[in-house]
């Protein structure tokens, strides 16, 4: 069954370096998200992205996050100066279509700043 | 603005019962409704998923229903077995925004 892949598993960090996020969805999706799970708290949206471009972003996705779908398989979260704060587990998932399918999950990036 | 809410937060059966994990939310203009697993430091697997004209979803041993009306579901998990320990999640896509909204979960520990 086709999967959302997420590379790397784990990346560990100095606060105030960039980081990239990598994330392969399924091949046929046309729908793109970025979720972050601070420890021991619920999972949040941070954007979405349809058509090359994003269609919704919550206020955790400030000036400090992007994303790019570089290529025909890719699609990268970018933190470009990392806080502590930003310790979490980012998970990447992509559907189908807008609402109605299932949303399909990668395994997650936790991400450590220090 | 939807919010999700799953109780109980933790919860500790013997191996071989049934059992029932419930989530509500407050806005009923949803497109679908999913079911999730978690387990500790991984990703979230789907487990079901319901449509808003769906009442219920069947996999297994999972049994999902969904009362729109009263913005309510439950998960059903039947003959629970260790290697059901995880926590689960509810998610619900919000009509308007298609954000997926989620619950804190329920964590579940199935003793042998």
């Known amino acids: 069954e086709p999967e959302v892949t997420q590379t790397p598993s784990h990346q560990v960090t100095q606060m105030g370096q960039e980081v990239i996020l990598r994330c392969v969805p399924i091949?046929?999706?046309?729908?793109f998200y970025w979720y972050r799970q601070i420890l021991g708290q619920k999972v949040e949206f941070l954007v979405s992205f349809y058509n090359n471009e994003i269609s919704e972003k919550s206020e955790i996705f400030d000036d400090q996050f992007s994303v790019e779908r570089p290529d025909g398989s890719n699609f990268t979260l970018k933190i470009r100066s990392t806080k502590l704060e930003d310790s979490a587990m980012y998970f990447c998932?992509?559907?189908?279509?807008?609402?109605?399918?299932?949303?399909?999950f990668g395994n997650g990036t936790r991400l450590t700043v220090t | 603005k939807q919010e999700v809410t799953q109780i109980p937060a933790a919860l500790s059966v013997p191996e071989g019962e049934n059992l029932v994990l419930n989530c509500s939310f407050t806005d009923s203009a949803i497109y679908n409704l999913q079911w999730f697993r978690q387990d500790p430091g991984k990703g979230l697997t789907s487990l079901l998923l319901?449509?808003?004209s769906q009442r219920e979803q069947t996999s297994g041993r999972l049994n999902a229903s969904l009362d729109k009306s009263s913005g309510r579901s439950t998960l059903y998990i039947a003959a629970s077995q260790p290697g059901d320990s995880a926590t689960y999640l509810c998610a619900v896509t919000s009509r308007g925004n298609y954000q997926l909204i989620w619950g804190a979960g329920t964590k579940l520990i199935i003793k042998p």
């Open positions: 998932a992509s559907r189908g279509d807008m609402g109605e399918s299932a949303l399909h």
């Open positions: 091949s046929n999706h046309l729908y």
């Open positions: 319901i449509q808003s």
